[in-house]
């Protein structure tokens, strides 16, 4: 797994919160104009979402 910044993270790309294979996945979505931050949703549960800033590091490029 590769350690980047949010803002990095393209649309729609998987990441992850923690360096470790049990952590769920998480997929990127657009960018909040209001709040400045990044909206994120759950791979296995679409309706738990959550906002991240910008310089959040997470870790991506991990086979799952």
Known sequence: MRQI??????????????NSE???VWVRDEYNR?????EA???DNVN???EFKGSRLVY???VF
Do not use: T
């Open 22 to 24: 049990s952590a769920p």
């Open 34 to 38: 209001s709040s400045k931050k990044f």
């Open 60 to 62: 991506v490029d991990f």
């Open 5 to 18: 910044e949010m803002r990095r993270v393209k649309r729609d790309e998987f990441f992850r919160l923690a």
């Open 41 to 43: 949703y759950k791979y």
């Open 48 to 50: 738990y979402w959550s």
